[in-house]
């Protein structure tokens, strides 16, 4: 998992929840897989509607110029993304997110989620994205504007709301590297190259890097 903080200015997340305010807003079931949807009691921005696309290009754009996002996904295909609204009581239960999504005529794999937070969090209670990892739980609740990217494989969850109003988008990314293992190894390393600076060895662990990616770019999950 990966927090991006500050993905969105506040300006973009001012601008975004303008955008998406009158909707047109539609049963968050309707794009849920077929056990998900008895899990699933929200409202979501309607996918092909000017309201979508104008707020996901803000989103897009916020993506591609982050470093962050692009070194811990290393993404070959994003998403538009999915802008999702819960009320008092409603939730989403436990779930995996689909391995598949339709894209224009094709098909494309979901290695990687993004919740992207678009609510202050005092401004709602309950509403945390819980994420199960392995024997632990991770409770998140983050700031407007910030993300967090999470292996889309999890089992997650979003509690119910107990007042006020969450925001948010979710994006799915298929990455180069589809071997989770694989795609740490690199953010690591990565980060390890960006501490050394100027350090000599930071040209030969670029090489490294680079060396790597090209044999892994393109694998799947083991």
């Given at each position: 998992?990966?927090?991006?903080?500050?993905?969105?200015?506040?300006?973009?997340?001012?601008?975004?929840?303008?955008?998406?305010?009158?909707?047109?807003?539609?049963?968050?079931?309707?794009?849920?897989?077929?056990?998900?949807?008895?899990?699933?009691?929200?409202?979501?921005?309607?996918a092909a509607s000017?309201?979508?696309?104008?707020?996901?290009?803000?989103?897009?754009?916020?993506?591609d110029r982050s470093?962050?996002?692009?070194?811990?996904?290393?993404?070959?295909?994003?998403?538009?993304?999915?802008?999702?609204?819960?009320?008092?009581?409603?939730?989403?239960?436990?779930?995996?997110?689909?391995?598949?999504?339709?894209?224009?005529?094709?098909?494309?794999?979901?290695?990687?989620?993004?919740?992207?937070?678009?609510?202050?969090?005092?401004?709602?209670?309950?509403?945390?994205?819980?994420?199960?990892?392995?024997?632990?739980?991770?409770?998140?609740?983050?700031?407007?504007?910030?993300?967090?990217?999470?292996?889309?494989?999890?089992?997650?969850?979003?509690?119910?709301?107990?007042?006020?109003?969450?925001?948010?988008?979710?994006?799915?990314?298929?990455?180069?590297?589809?071997?989770?293992?694989?795609?740490?190894?690199?953010?690591?390393?990565?980060?390890?190259?960006?501490?050394?600076?100027?350090?000599?060895?930071?040209?030969?662990?670029?090489g490294i890097y680079?060396?790597?990616?090209?044999?892994?770019?393109?694998?799947?999950?083991?």
């Amino acid at each position: 998992m990966q927090v991006i903080a500050e993905l969105l200015t506040p300006d973009e997340v001012a601008r975004i929840r303008a955008i998406i305010a009158a909707g047109p807003w539609e049963a968050g079931a309707a794009t849920a897989g077929h056990l998900a949807q008895r899990a699933k009691a929200n409202a979501q921005l309607a996918a092909a509607s000017p309201a979508a696309a104008d707020a996901g290009a803000i989103v897009r754009a916020a993506l591609d110029r982050s470093p962050a996002f692009l070194a811990a996904a290393l993404p070959r295909t994003v998403l538009p993304p999915l802008f999702s609204r819960y009320a008092p009581g409603e939730a989403y239960g436990p779930h995996v997110d689909n391995a598949l999504r339709r894209s224009g005529s094709g098909w494309v794999r979901t290695d990687l989620s993004v919740t992207l937070f678009l609510s202050p969090p005092e401004s709602y209670e309950g509403g945390a994205l819980l994420i199960a990892d392995g024997a632990a739980s991770h409770r998140v609740k983050l700031p407007a504007g910030t993300a967090i990217l999470y292996p889309a494989d999890t089992i997650h969850q979003v509690e119910p709301v107990g007042a006020g109003e969450r925001l948010a988008a979710v994006i799915w990314v298929e990455s180069l590297v589809g071997d989770a293992a694989a795609r740490r190894i690199l953010l690591e390393l990565d980060g390890a190259v960006q501490q050394l600076g100027d350090h000599p060895s930071a040209l030969r662990l670029t090489g490294i890097y680079h060396n790597l990616l090209r044999r892994w770019a393109g694998s799947r999950a083991p």
